[in-house]
T-cell receptor, first 111, second 113 residues
């Protein structure tokens, strides 16, 4: 059983489009995260939810909107995609600051 | 803000030798520090955690040290194997915010047979 899953794995789209990435964890964790990994492999936190409540909201354009319908799911919606949004997006989960379990990543390419 | 530095240059070593990777941080002292392994096209995988009051942690061929005076952690892989080739990331968690992980950009390790 996959612990943290993300869909889709690859996403290729045009500038200006709106897209969503979905994440699910079956570990029973109470905290979920979205990270962005750029071409230099730098992994930067974007958002974190604890028990469906937003607890970390880094300096991210408001075109990015996370949504957590329940503890096991955290989705990321991106409006008006820009070239600079191209990156690999990772979802992760943990039990309140403990070890992070990462999903396989979604490679987003904006053309 | 917190800054984590890892050697951005790849580390190339011969099979059987010990690999040593460095993680330096600035500003605040972390509550604990973690090391992750990332293979191409995959998410990072947790390896070891070391707390601020611990000097050293071991797990099989892996060893992590933590020097809060130098603000540095060293990650060692003894008797390295080609299968150890990957990018290794360090991450620290601060005392006042247990949910926020600061990651370094990772060091790529190449172990040659």
């Amino acid at each position: 059983d996959t612990a943290v899953s993300q869909t889709p794995k690859y996403l290729v789209t045009q500038m200006g489009n709106d897209k969503s990435i979905k994440c699910e964890q079956n570990l029973g964790h109470d905290t979920m995260y979205w990270y962005k990994q750029d071409s230099k492999k730098f992994l930067k936190i974007m958002f974190s939810y604890n028990n469906k409540e937003l607890i970390i909201n880094e300096t991210v354009p408001n075109r990015f909107s996370p949504k957590s319908p329940d503890k096991a799911h955290l989705n990321l919606h991106i409006n008006s995609l820009e070239l600079g949004d191209s990156a690999v997006y990772f979802c992760a989960s943990s039990q309140w600051g403990d070890t992070q379990y990462f999903g396989p990543g979604t490679r987003l390419t904006v053309l | 803000s917190q800054k984590i530095e890892q050697n951005s240059e790849a580390l190339n070593i011969q099979e059987g030798k010990t690999a040593t990777l460095t993680c330096n941080y600035t500003n605040y002292s972390p509550a604990y520090l973690q090391w992750y392994r990332q293979d191409p096209g995959r998410g990072p995988v947790f390896l070891l955690l070391i707390r601020e009051n611990e000097k050293e942690k071991r797990k099989e061929r892996l060893k992590v040290t933590f020097d809060t005076t130098l603000k540095q952690s060293l990650f060692h892989i003894t008797a390295s194997q080609p299968a150890d080739s990957a990018t290794y990331l360090c991450a620290l968690v601060l005392l006042y915010n247990f949910n926020k992980f600061y990651f370094g950009s990772g060091t790529k390790l190449n172990v040659k047979p």
